[in-house]
């Protein structure tokens, strides 16, 4: 999710104000997509088994990964 992307939501949910107010908007959006991403990854991780790394496991790793892209 890009910059654009969050403001265009803030402006469609009917959030609109100056730069200032953006920052904060995008902030927000920012703490609520990690979270998000991890709720996700801990559903993956609930599926995990065994001492050998599977699939769920990797794809947790690949969703937590998607916050430090950003």
Known sequence: ???D????????AGLVGG???AK???AFAALVA???RE???KLCDKYA???????SENIAD???ARGEKA
């Open 39 to 41: 709720a996700c990854a």
């Open 19 to 21: 730069p200032v107010y």
């Open 34 to 36: 990690a979270a998000e």
């Open 62 to 64: 690949d969703i937590r």
């Open 1 to 3: 999710m890009t910059r």
């Open 49 to 55: 088994e065994g001492p050998e790394r599977n699939y």
């Open 5 to 12: 992307d969050i403001i265009r939501m803030a402006r469609e």
């Open 24 to 26: 904060g908007v995008e």
